[in-house]
């Protein structure tokens, strides 16, 4: 999920067309295809890929290599269908094309005025922030994917709602900068305008007519089709592990969509004919022409001493804008757990090329599209699986000079301020979500929707996180720089949790939160009563409704109680503030003590 000069898009395509097709009646672009893709599997440890290639309006190959699933070496078929992740976002960009034709969306107005509901971390961004800042990652947000990826979320409102507490790290149209979070507000308004879902309208807008039939956008769905496939990764440099489907259904309009390099092509010619496909109309062409013109600079794009011709990096409407030995050329990658993508067109050659692959942030696309790109241009071949494995190769000697010459910051012998319980409870930071920190047996665990990880001590208050992986448990060779600490408020009490989540800022701060515990209404009754600090000053204690204690204090408002232990409370709306009752040999409740930050005040119970 990634990467704008006004660049002359509509040459006369047949002018330029016709210049290359010689060079294609003199070799077959597609002699030894088969032998260089079969390497690009082995040399990459790679599962299986498909690729389509077109020229102008029809397909003109199409190949699955290796396997949709490993282990039953199942085939992969051009029919075969993939993740294609970030590919999605042209997708979602171009219900706002269709909106913007009928009037009901205006690029240059502020995205709260179709969703008011939406806020952003200052009144700068909320009074400057356009759509087309949205459209273009110019927002001045860092990417914050951990907010979505690890704290996920099934309601497209709840991240929404997020986004308020997101800090950014540039000014409004400053720098490119990624981020998803935008695509999911742009699948939002079309949702508001239409009514209906943002799955609906790409379904009936784009995927209908454009006959992509198997295409889909849930995991769920993906799981139940006939030609699918599995997702993978390389671990520990040439072990293939099988991973899980990642669920991205509330993020979706940043990336859910899964389809086949068949159907994808379809999208492809579509937006080499001016949004047209079969002499039908799918996408305005004044949006399509917006789209693929440099609206934003991701980066200074500076020619490849291999490549002298690259000569830009810039981004349209959800794609990346690059020249390539010469040739413009429109592209976006995709990435989710297990899959990788690409897909790319040249609109003043029409030619278009489809790679999608079963292997997680995989650098086989990238190789595939560029080995076609080289064939059908007649260019001298550059040997890209060779070039990616030399990089691939310096970077790991890299990573490993690095790690060689790494001093630890670790503190040895080093102990935890409080007892290991203290650091058990909920920590919430509202642009994340709530990591549920919990105790079991000897060792503290943290729970996220994404699964569990163990905190191992580090030093002092610091703790190490590792995956718990369901099936083969915790890996502690898997290290991370990743540190989560834990700290302390004035009355000594464990009341926060930092993560270095998002480059470029502070750490994300993550606030204690009562950890509601289960009691019965009939329990709370012993806590009733009148607790006497001195004469005539006195507390309330009392149930309403079902089972929720209240206290009172005259001069005071009414304070709601959340059990979090047992005899203890926390007040809801006072962070740092509890109530801890004493109980007699008899279990009866005879005192209560205000825990608060500038002291502790107990009061005895009345008879």
Not at 397 to 417: D, I, V, Y
Not at 459 to 466: A, G, K, S, T, W
Not at 572 to 581: A, D, H, N, P
């Amino acid at each position: 999920m990634k990467k704008f000069l006004i660049v002359l898009l509509f040459i006369p395509a047949g002018i330029l067309f016709a210049q290359k097709k010689k060079q294609l009646k003199t070799t077959d672009p597609f002699a030894g295809l088969d032998t260089a893709f079969q390497r690009v599997l082995k040399d990459q440890n790679a599962v299986g890929f498909a690729v389509a290639v077109v020229n102008k309006n029809k397909i003109v190959y199409a190949k699955g290599f290796g396997y949709r699933d490993e282990e039953k070496k199942l085939p992969v078929t051009p029919n075969t269908l993939f993740a294609i992740g970030s590919c999605t976002k042209a997708f979602t960009a171009s219900l706002l094309g269709l909106l913007n034709k009928d009037g009901k969306v205006d690029f240059d107005k502020s995205p709260e005025e179709y969703l008011p509901d939406l806020h952003f971390f200052n009144k700068e961004m909320d009074n400057e922030i356009t759509v087309k800042d949205m459209m273009t990652h110019r927002t001045g947000l860092p990417r914050h994917d951990y907010s979505w990826y690890l704290f996920r979320s099934s309601s497209r409102d709840s991240l929404l709602y997020r986004i308020k507490y997101m800090e950014p790290t540039a000014g409004v149209r400053q720098i490119f900068q990624y981020n998803n979070f935008m695509f999911l507000l742009q699948g939002m308004i079309t949702e508001k305008l239409t009514g209906k879902s943002w799955e609906e309208n790409v379904k009936e807008k784009i995927f209908m007519p454009l006959g992509m039939n198997t295409s889909n956008f849930s995991i769920h769905t993906l799981e139940k089709a006939t030609d699918a496939s599995l997702g993978y990764a390389v671990v520990k440099d040439s072990v293939i592990k099988k991973l899980d489907y990642y669920d991205i259904d509330a993020m979706g309009p940043a990336g859910s969509i899964n389809s086949s390099v068949n159907e994808m092509a379809n999208w492809v010619m579509t937006w080499m004919h001016e949004g047209k496909f079969n002499g039908k109309e799918i996408l305005p062409a004044a949006y399509v022409k917006q789209a693929m013109s440099s609206q934003m600079v991701v980066a200074a794009g500076l020619p490849d001493p291999e490549i002298p011709d690259a000569q830009f990096s810039n981004y349209g409407f959800g794609w990346f804008l690059t020249s390539y030995r010469g040739h413009y050329r429109i592209e976006h990658g995709g990435n989710i757990d297990g899959f990788s993508a690409s897909t790319s067109f040249f609109p003043t050659d029409s030619i278009g090329i489809i790679v999608l692959s079963n292997q997680n942030g995989s650098a086989v696309p990238g190789i595939v599209r560029n080995i076609i790109a080289d064939r059908m241009f007649g260019l001298k071949q550059i040997d890209w699986t060779s070039r990616a494995d030399s990089a691939q190769a310096k970077a790991k000697r890299a990573a490993k000079e690095a790690e060689k010459n790494k001093t630890s910051n670790q503190k040895t012998g080093t102990h935890l301020s409080h007892d290991l319980k203290d650091y058990a409870g909920l920590f919430n930071n509202p642009g994340y979500g709530t990591l549920d920190v919990f105790l079991r047996n000897d060792s503290l665990f943290a729970h996220i929707p994404n699964g569990d990880m163990w905190l191992r001590h580090f030093h002092y208050d610091v703790f190490e996180p590792f995956d718990v992986d369901k099936k083969t448990g915790i890996d502690t060779s898997d290290k991370t720089d990743l540190r989560i600490q834990f700290h302390m408020n004035a009355a000594g009490d464990i009341d926060m949790v930092s993560i270095p989540l998002q480059p470029g800022l502070d750490d994300i701060e993550f606030s204690r939160k009562a950890k509601p515990k289960e009691i019965t209404a009939e329990e709370l009754k012993k806590y009733e009563g009148v607790y006497e600090f001195a004469p005539g000053k006195d507390a309330k204690f009392y149930v309403k409704g079902e089972k929720t204690l209240y206290a009172f204090i005259e001069g005071q408002p009414e304070y709601e109680l959340i059990p979090v232990d047992k005899n203890k409370f926390d007040l809801k709306i006072l962070k740092g503030y509890s109530v801890q009752f004493e109980e007699n040999d008899k279990g009866e409740i005879i005192s209560v003590s205000f825990i608060q930050p500038n002291g502790t005040f107990k009061a005895n119970k009345k008879k």
